[in-house]
């Protein structure tokens, strides 16, 4: 026994170090990829936005040809097993252009901002009138208005093109603009669509100057959500007063929590001896030069990119191109700088994954108050856990980076770059931060349960599918045809079958990378059937359900012949519903019943055939007071005669020829009179409508002493 013990644990230890073996070997090494370079390479797609989803991104590109030497913006899906798909197109634009800046995901829509009026489904042709915004559904693979974006401002239509999108966890979509271009506040600057209206975000935007018209009309604003607040940064003073809210000065950034501004500690560009736009804003203050490239949210963390040097109000920390605030307390964080070649220069995008920030831009060198980071060449990444900067490799891009985007699984730039960690790429490039989807494997656990002219099947999930096909036949081995609609969960009904026949069902996973092998083969034969239940014997209620086919009506059969085998010939008349009440009626023996139900149409033609058999009991139960107290009583259900027939014998089995007279009641007194033997009798009870006219069963005997 001890030795068993001991060769038990020695043979878990092994398993567990070879466990660990196989998940160290496994372990995934980051690398690079260049695998979704452009192809061609067309017009400004390396510096247009990219968001990315699952194993998906979507690229804006400037592709279209709208008319003769005018060229218009189009949306570009692409995966690693797909390539590049042209999913929609823009038509025309709403002030003789057509561009599209601004890009983002959430749930199953995709949203792209900008300016047109119209755009088209690449797929099927179907164009969308819209204003500036629309949304692609990845479920239907169409595209849909958002309703009227524009705002009617002192009696004029104001058109400004949308540069960026924010979609919260309640489905609301923010939309923005630049601040100017309308008197001061700018209501045009951050709107909100609720799913039926667009709204002005507090009392709008301020412009610097408090003057009409008096800010950039370039001034950009660019948006991102932690999920419930919407943080935006750009050429703007603070947020207006609204609902009573007073006005909420923050320069260059500011935080909207649904009813709310927030101030936050703000975006500058000193010079050397402080200068003037260090100094908070307590006044109208002037213009600053400051400009903004990006801006995401992660974690508890805002990060911003952009023309900038400065964080803080009263104390400015320096922040060389990247910044980054508190998403709580809107505080700004002691961070980082970026350098090239030792002078201060700015990144260009951000994009999050699982803790990890990511930069791209014109840098060769980041640090903060953790590490000083050189050599890291145009893209490096943040860790929230230890607030490090690290490179994504030792020779990163071999030119600036633009844009950035993740997915589940990789981070995608794009830029002027012809190298990505020396591997050759043509402005596009994936750091690979899990390895891509594999084509799934064959579905597991598949069954088929028949119906009525029906086949139920269900299966097991298979990893990365992303929907499955079904295929029947009606030869065992197929061939098989695939059946329609192809469901995305694990399971099917095949509908519209002939009861009777035999049908083989394999199943295949399927994503974008291909189609897995069959599964194993399973089979039903579909048939129409009723469920029948019987209550306990003392209450002869029968009731049934079904499924598949409605009949016109029910019959009622019942036998006792051979039992519970039948045959059932003895018809009952029509039932309606799926209930009935028998009785002994039901049948000119008495004793138990068994009874089956059948569905018919109304030209009596049997649908669906014989349910389960249900068996009743009709008679009396008979009680026998002890020895000494000759009297008998009996208990009895349907029908319920009017008179008792008491009979006598002299062995349990009977045979039951001495009559003792008519009963009314349930209840008799018995004496030794009642037999010419004296000694034990036995007696038995039977119900009569009418003297002679039994209506029950014999009951059960019972013995009584004299």
Same mark, same amino acid.
């Given at each position: 026994?001890?030795?068993?013990?001991?060769?038990?644990?020695?043979?878990?230890?092994?398993?567990?170090?070879?466990?660990?073996?196989?998940?160290?070997?496994?372990?995934?090494?980051?690398?690079?990829?260049?695998?979704?370079?452009?192809?061609?390479?067309? *017009?400004?797609?390396?510096?247009?936005?990219?968001?990315?989803?699952?194993?998906?991104?979507?690229?804006?590109?400037?592709?279209?040809?709208?008319?003769?030497?005018?060229?218009?913006?189009?949306?570009?899906?692409?995966?690693?097993?797909?390539?590049?798909?042209?999913? *929609?197109?823009?038509?025309?634009?709403?002030?003789?252009?057509?561009?599209?800046?601004?890009?983002?995901?959430?749930?199953?829509?995709?949203?792209?901002?900008?300016?047109?009026?119209?755009?088209?489904?690449?797929?099927?042709?179907?164009?969308?009138?819209?204003?500036?915004?629309?949304?692609?559904?990845?479920?239907?693979?169409?595209?849909?208005?958002?309703?009227?974006?524009?705002?009617?401002?002192?009696?004029?239509?104001?058109?400004?093109? $949308?540069?960026?999108?924010?979609?919260?966890?309640?489905?609301?979509?923010?939309?923005?603009?630049?601040?100017?271009?309308?008197?001061?506040?700018?209501?045009?600057?951050?709107? @909100?669509?609720?799913?039926?209206?667009?709204?002005?975000?507090?009392?709008?935007?301020?412009?610097?100057?408090?003057?009409?018209?008096?800010?950039?009309?370039?001034?950009?604003?660019?948006?991102?959500?932690?999920?419930?607040?919407?943080?935006?940064?750009?050429?703007?003073?603070?947020?207006?007063?609204?609902?009573?809210?007073?006005?909420?000065?923050?320069?260059?950034?500011? @935080?909207?929590?649904?009813? @709310?501004?927030?101030?936050?500690?703000?975006?500058?560009?000193?010079?050397?001896?402080?200068?003037?736009?260090?100094?908070?804003?307590?006044?109208?203050?002037?213009?600053?030069?400051?400009?903004?490239?990006? $801006?995401?949210?992660?974690?508890?963390?805002?990060?911003?990119?952009?023309?900038?040097?400065?964080?803080?109000?009263?104390?400015?920390?320096?922040?060389?191109?990247?910044?980054?605030?508190?998403?709580?307390?809107?505080?700004?964080?002691?961070?980082?700088?970026?350098?090239?070649?030792?002078?201060?220069?700015?990144?260009?995008?951000?994009?999050?994954?699982?803790?990890?920030?990511?930069?791209?831009?014109?840098?060769?060198?980041?640090?903060?108050?953790?590490?000083?980071?050189?050599?890291?060449?145009?893209?490096?990444?943040?860790?929230?856990?230890?607030?490090?900067?690290?490179?994504?490799?030792?020779?990163?891009?071999?030119?600036?980076?633009?844009?950035?985007?993740?997915?589940?699984?990789?981070?995608?730039?794009?830029?002027?770059?012809?190298?990505?960690?020396?591997?050759?790429?043509?402005?596009?490039?994936?750091?690979?931060?899990?390895?891509?989807?594999?084509?799934?494997?064959?579905?597991?656990?598949?069954?088929?349960?028949?119906?009525?002219?029906?086949?139920?099947?269900?299966?097991?999930?298979?990893?990365?599918?992303?929907?499955?096909?079904?295929?029947?036949?009606?030869?065992?081995?197929?061939?098989?045809?695939?059946?329609?609609?192809?469901?995305?969960?694990?399971?099917?009904?095949?509908?519209?079958?002939?009861?009777?026949?035999?049908?083989?069902?394999?199943?295949?996973?399927?994503?974008?990378?291909?189609?897995?092998?069959?599964?194993?083969?399973?089979?039903?034969?579909?048939?129409?059937?009723?469920?029948?239940?019987?209550?306990?014997?003392?209450?002869?209620?029968?009731?049934?359900?079904?499924?598949?086919?409605?009949?016109?009506?029910?019959?009622?059969?019942?036998?006792?012949?051979?039992?519970?085998?039948?045959?059932?010939?003895?018809?009952?008349?029509?039932?309606?519903?799926?209930?009935?009440?028998?009785?002994?009626?039901?049948?000119?023996?008495?004793?138990?019943?068994?009874?089956?139900?059948?569905?018919?149409?109304?030209?009596?033609?049997?649908?669906?055939?014989?349910?389960?058999?249900?068996?009743?009991?009709?008679?009396?139960?008979?009680?026998?007071?002890?020895?000494?107290?000759?009297?008998?009583?009996?208990?009895?259900?349907?029908?319920?005669?009017?008179?008792?027939?008491?009979?006598?014998?002299?062995?349990?089995?009977?045979?039951?020829?001495?009559?003792?007279?008519?009963?009314?009641?349930?209840?008799?007194?018995?004496?030794?009179?009642?037999?010419?033997?004296?000694?034990?009798?036995?007696?038995?009870?039977?119900?009569?409508?009418?003297?002679?006219?039994?209506?029950?069963?014999?009951?059960?005997?019972?013995?009584?002493?004299?």
């Amino acid at each position: 026994m001890k030795q068993r013990i001991q060769f038990t644990l020695f043979s878990i230890i092994i398993c567990l170090i070879a466990s660990i073996a196989s998940l160290n070997a496994q372990t995934f090494s980051p690398y690079w990829d260049a695998a979704p370079a452009a192809n061609p390479p067309l *017009g400004r797609y390396k510096s247009a936005p990219i968001v990315g989803s699952g194993e998906y991104f979507y690229v804006i590109r400037n592709t279209t040809v709208i008319k003769e030497n005018v060229y218009g913006d189009s949306v570009w899906q692409w995966s690693k097993c797909t390539g590049w798909k042209e999913i *929609g197109e823009l038509v025309e634009g709403s002030e003789g252009g057509s561009e599209l800046v601004a890009i983002a995901i959430h749930d199953h829509y995709l949203y792209v901002g900008g300016s047109f009026s119209e755009i088209s489904n690449t797929v099927n042709n179907v164009v969308v009138v819209t204003t500036n915004i629309a949304r692609f559904n990845l479920t239907t693979r169409s595209w849909e208005s958002l309703g009227y974006f524009f705002l009617l401002y002192n009696g004029n239509n104001v058109d400004k093109t $949308i540069n960026s999108i924010a979609v919260d966890a309640f489905g609301n979509v923010y939309a923005s603009t630049s601040v100017g271009g309308v008197c001061n506040p700018d209501p045009t600057a951050l709107r @909100k669509w609720d799913g039926t209206n667009w709204t002005t975000v507090g009392g709008g935007l301020l412009e610097f100057g408090y003057v009409c018209g008096g800010g950039d009309a370039d001034g950009t604003v660019l948006l991102a959500t932690d999920g419930t607040n919407i943080f935006a940064t750009g050429l703007f003073a603070g947020g207006a007063a609204y609902n009573g809210a007073p006005t909420v000065l923050s320069h260059c950034i500011i @935080k909207w929590d649904g009813t @709310k501004w927030s101030a936050m500690d703000g975006l500058y560009e000193c010079n050397a001896n402080g200068g003037y736009s260090c100094i908070p804003p307590t006044t109208p203050p002037s213009m600053p030069e400051v400009y903004v490239y990006s $801006i995401i949210v992660s974690g508890t963390n805002v990060f911003v990119t952009g023309l900038f040097n400065a964080t803080g109000n009263y104390t400015p920390t320096p922040a060389n191109g990247i910044a980054r605030f508190s998403a709580t307390t809107g505080d700004a964080l002691p961070d980082s700088c970026l350098y090239m070649g030792g002078k201060i220069t700015s990144a260009y995008s951000l994009a999050q994954q699982n803790g990890m920030v990511y930069v791209t831009g014109a840098f060769d060198q980041v640090s903060n108050q953790v590490n000083n980071l050189t050599g890291c060449n145009n893209i490096a990444m943040w860790n929230s856990a230890d607030n490090t900067w690290s490179a994504l490799s030792s020779d990163g891009l071999d030119a600036s980076g633009h844009r950035l985007a993740a997915n589940d699984n990789a981070i995608l730039v794009s830029g002027d770059f012809a190298h990505a960690g020396g591997v050759p790429a043509n402005n596009f490039a994936r750091w690979m931060t899990a390895p891509d989807l594999p084509t799934p494997a064959p579905p597991t656990g598949f069954t088929a349960t028949p119906g009525c002219g029906q086949v139920a099947l269900s299966w097991n999930a298979s990893i990365g599918a992303t929907s499955y096909n079904v295929k029947r036949s009606t030869v065992n081995g197929g061939p098989y045809t695939t059946l329609s609609p192809s469901p995305t969960g694990t399971n099917f009904t095949d509908t519209g079958l002939v009861n009777g026949t035999t049908y083989y069902y394999v199943v295949s996973a399927v994503n974008s990378c291909g189609e897995s092998a069959n599964s194993s083969q399973v089979s039903a034969t579909p048939a129409c059937t009723a469920v029948l239940v019987g209550s306990p014997p003392n209450d002869q209620y029968l009731s049934w359900t079904w499924y598949g086919i409605d009949p016109d009506h029910w019959e009622v059969l019942s036998t006792t012949k051979n039992g519970p085998n039948g045959p059932f010939e003895n018809d009952h008349g029509w039932i309606c519903g799926g209930g009935r009440t028998a009785s002994n009626d039901d049948f000119d023996i008495f004793g138990d019943l068994y009874y089956v139900v059948q569905g018919r149409d109304a030209n009596e033609n049997v649908i669906i055939p014989n349910s389960n058999v249900v068996p009743c009991t009709f008679g009396a139960a008979l009680f026998g007071s002890p020895p000494n107290n000759k009297s008998l009583s009996w208990e009895y259900i349907l029908p319920d005669p009017p008179y008792w027939e008491v009979y006598s014998g002299a062995t349990p089995t009977g045979p039951w020829d001495n009559d003792k007279g008519y009963v009314v009641g349930s209840q008799h007194t018995a004496s030794n009179d009642d037999f010419d033997i004296y000694g034990d009798a036995y007696y038995i009870v039977v119900g009569q409508d009418e003297p002679g006219n039994e209506v029950t069963p014999i009951s059960n005997a019972v013995v009584l002493s004299f």
